[in-house]
């Protein structure tokens, strides 16, 4: 009798995962593509370091802004229904970026891709934890979306520089936002009967999803929150001025979006080692070992020749990305099991929103002092992590 349930039910996680997955590769790879494109606008318009760091703060700012309204919409209207019209709005943001003639057109175009990507993260991971009712099967499930992610920071950077190379960025941009509406087509097709899960998911988002707790009782939990938010910011400053770092070492189009697939690369892998690090050594050595590795690698990319700041980038990417998963792990233990729905709002919505603002912060410095002393400036922010730790002695599992 129970035979016909599961199978029903294990189709049903297939389907939610290919769903989310397959949204998460296209949204995450659009987002980190963006950093290709960057230096060639800066000449093409004649663009400051600020306005750069200004353009990825449109796409980013916006996407963490609405990331809470959308998913008090997608109770409204469905939640696979507002997936899939968030990735057709992106792709076509996407897709228009190579008729923008001036930069206030780009930034438009950046706002609606962002206002399609805030839909993705709060809406596939809901629909695969609904999915998957076990702990274990719902974390492989979740780990697995995870890692899509990093696929797509790999693939769609690298092809846009191979585009863009063979081509000019704009074919580029219109190519990559068809490729996007393919994937709405696919996603449809994945999607369907998934409705009536997605409208699961999404109960009960407006009691409790938005609320918010003080200080005292959850030091632990703020402090947790605090070093993502200078995480986060690292990691959206640099890698926004990284292609320009390299520019300055002479390397071309291609060369910057193999070395950012390489900082991605090193980034998936740095959720397996950062995982193996924090059992073996426990999160909070694993967390100041990557945030000092972090820093001296990005001081590394200053000093260091093109060709070593190459084979550099995967161990950035490693330590870049590693303390990312170990934070966003631990977050259910520094709250109570009512609160955890809240704590990670809170936390995606304080993290996302310091990776949006960062870029445009370290543009109007290296505007000031230049590129280089900027990232130095970067590079020490990290550091103002370790202090943060201690108020989490004793309260993490490992």
Request: include cysteine; glycine fraction near 10%.
């Amino acid at each position: 009798m129970d035979k016909p349930y599961n199978d029903k039910k294990n189709k049903t996680g297939i389907k939610s995962l290919l769903t989310g997955g397959l949204a998460h590769i296209i949204h995450d790879g659009f987002t980190d593509m963006l950093y290709v494109f960057f230096p060639i606008w800066q000449i093409q318009f004649s663009l400051t370091f600020a306005q750069i760091g200004l353009f990825k703060t449109l796409f980013s700012g916006t996407m963490a802004t609405f990331q809470i309204p959308a998913g008090i919409l997608a109770s409204r209207i469905g939640g696979i229904r507002l997936l899939l019209l968030g990735t057709a709005l992106t792709s076509s943001a996407i897709c228009l970026l190579g008729w923008a003639t001036t930069p206030i057109w780009l930034g438009c175009l950046l706002i609606c891709g962002g206002l399609g990507a805030s839909v993705q993260h709060p809406l596939s991971s809901s629909l695969i934890s609904n999915a998957y009712t076990q702990a274990k099967e719902r974390r492989n499930a979740l780990s697995t979306f995870n890692v899509a992610g990093d696929i797509g920071k790999l693939i769609l950077p690298a092809t846009a520089a191979v585009l863009i190379t063979a081509y000019n960025w704009q074919i580029a941009s219109h190519l990559l936002g068809l490729a996007g509406m393919v994937v709405v087509i696919i996603l449809f097709l994945f999607s369907k009967n998934l409705q009536q899960v997605s409208a699961k998911s999404n109960e009960g988002k407006l009691q409790g999803s938005c609320g918010c707790f003080g200080w005292k009782g959850y030091q632990a939990f703020w402090s947790l929150s605090m070093i993502g938010i200078i995480d986060s910011a690292t990691r959206m400053g640099f890698l926004t001025f990284f292609p320009f770092l390299l520019q300055e070492k002479g390397a071309g189009v291609t060369t910057i979006g193999l070395a950012l697939s390489l900082i991605f690369a090193g980034g998936a892998t740095g959720k397996l080692v950062c995982g193996i690090l924090a059992t073996k050594f426990g999160i909070l050595r694993s967390v100041i070992a990557t945030e000092m590795a972090t820093a001296l690698c990005i001081l590394g990319m200053i000093i260091l020749p093109l060709s070593a700041a190459l084979v550099l980038s995967p161990i950035l990417g490693v330590a870049l990305n590693g303390t990312s998963s170990a934070l966003y792990g631990s977050v259910p233990e520094l709250v109570s099991e009512e609160r955890c729905k809240q704590a990670f709002t809170i936390y995606y919505t304080a993290t996302i929103g310091a990776g949006a603002i960062s870029p445009f912060i370290y543009g109007m410095a290296s505007d000031i002092v230049g590129i280089k002393i900027a990232v130095v400036l970067v590079a020490f922010s990290v550091l103002f992590t370790i202090p943060l730790t201690v108020p989490l002695k004793g309260k993490l599992v490992h």
